[in-house]
């Protein structure tokens, strides 16, 4: 089969058919910047360099796609939370701090413009850089920071934001959830218009590990799946990340409608495959930290086959469980996109799916 193209392959997974090989697509703004030879936190408020160490990163290791992020409280910045930059660390939200002291506030807050709040700006520009340097060969996914149920829980602080889930009336939290929503959109939705292949949610909070599948049924998935249909007229995908195990959901977060699910190491890749539509791609989910950090390349090839092998590389693509340390070994990420070429080739699928 004639070789594709990074952008190529991926899209060609998207549209549901067969690539030349398994595409890679990690999530490694930690490691770039690392790899790059920058502290992560020198160069998240510079959008030149943060391009630069992606751009770089993907050119050495050959693998298909950057996956911009930053950290995950940009979008709460922009809303008026207070963060903490660190100097070799992303940015974490100031939790004795919440924005708002009660759900009822949330008409206080103005939607922030992604053209000109807080770091917004600076991720489109990110993406911007991207997509015109080699947006015409590889993909770009634009994520849009945190889904609406994340966004919230970061605006009114995490543990305050779980006691309202038992205490509070259900009308003030979902009014308070759309809100959030909103403010996702628009950010998605700028991504999409600034270039990128595809864009993205995380909603960890929302997931098993912290919540009941049925707090997320009523308080998450609805949105997700809204997000979903905000965007669905701007041409390029949708994805959401959940982190942890989301075996519970599984079912539900295939029927959003997002193009593409990003599924963290504790997540069986080949369940998941028999549980989630065909037309829905699946991202991930070698583990960041073992093998990712601990482990060898060897280490790295074998859990890789496994998830190619499992899913028969139907709808698949390679990539970390979630976010690379910076201390990820450069060997693991090289390995990462061998294990491809050595696994998951055209002939090598046509062969597995066959079974």
Not at 138 to 149: E, N, P, Y
Not at 159 to 164: L, S, Y
């Amino acid at each position: 089969m004639k070789e594709m193209t990074s952008l190529e392959r991926v899209q060609a997974v998207l549209n549901g058919e067969i690539p030349d090989r398994i595409p890679v697509i990690p999530q490694s703004f930690m490691f770039s910047a690392t790899d790059a030879g920058y502290n992560i936190g020198e160069i998240n408020r510079n959008p030149a360099k943060m391009a630069h160490s992606m751009r770089i990163s993907q050119e050495k290791y050959g693998y298909d796609g950057c996956v911009i992020d930053v950290d995950d409280v940009t979008l709460a910045e922009a809303c008026g939370a207070k963060v903490i930059f660190r100097d070799t660390e992303v940015a974490v939200l100031d939790e004795r701090n919440p924005l708002l002291n009660s759900l009822e506030e949330i008409d206080d807050l103005k939607i922030p413009d992604p053209l000109k709040d807080g770091r917004m700006p600076e991720w489109l520009e990110i993406t911007q850089r991207l997509v015109e340097s080699i947006g015409d060969h590889v993909h770009i996914m634009g994520r849009a920071d945190q889904g609406a149920f994340d966004l919230l829980c970061l605006l009114r602080g995490p543990q305050e934001f779980m006691m309202d889930l038992l205490t509070e009336d259900e009308d003030v939290i979902l009014h308070a959830l759309e809100y959030a929503n909103e403010v996702h959109i628009r950010f998605a939705r700028a991504q999409l218009m600034a270039g990128a292949h595809s864009t993205s949610m995380g909603d960890s909070y929302a997931g098993p590990n912290l919540v009941s599948p049925d707090l997320y049924r009523k308080f998450a998935f609805p949105f997700e799946i809204e997000v979903v249909k905000a965007v669905s007229d701007l041409p390029g995908a949708y994805s959401i990340h959940i982190c942890g195990d989301v075996t519970k959901i599984l079912k539900e977060m295939g029927e959003t409608g997002a193009k593409i699910l990003e599924l963290d190491w504790q997540v069986d890749m080949g369940e998941a495959r028999s549980i989630i539509p065909k037309e829905t791609v699946l991202m991930g989910n070698v583990d960041p930290s073992d093998p990712l950090v601990l482990g060898t390349p060897e280490d790295v090839l074998a859990k890789s086959k496994y998830i190619i092998e499992s899913t028969k590389g139907k709808g698949l693509i390679l990539s970390s469980g979630c976010a690379m340390g910076s201390n990820t070994k450069p060997e693991n990420v090289q390995a990462l996109t061998d294990a491809a070429k050595l696994y998951g080739t055209y002939e090598q699928l046509c062969e597995l799916q066959a079974e």
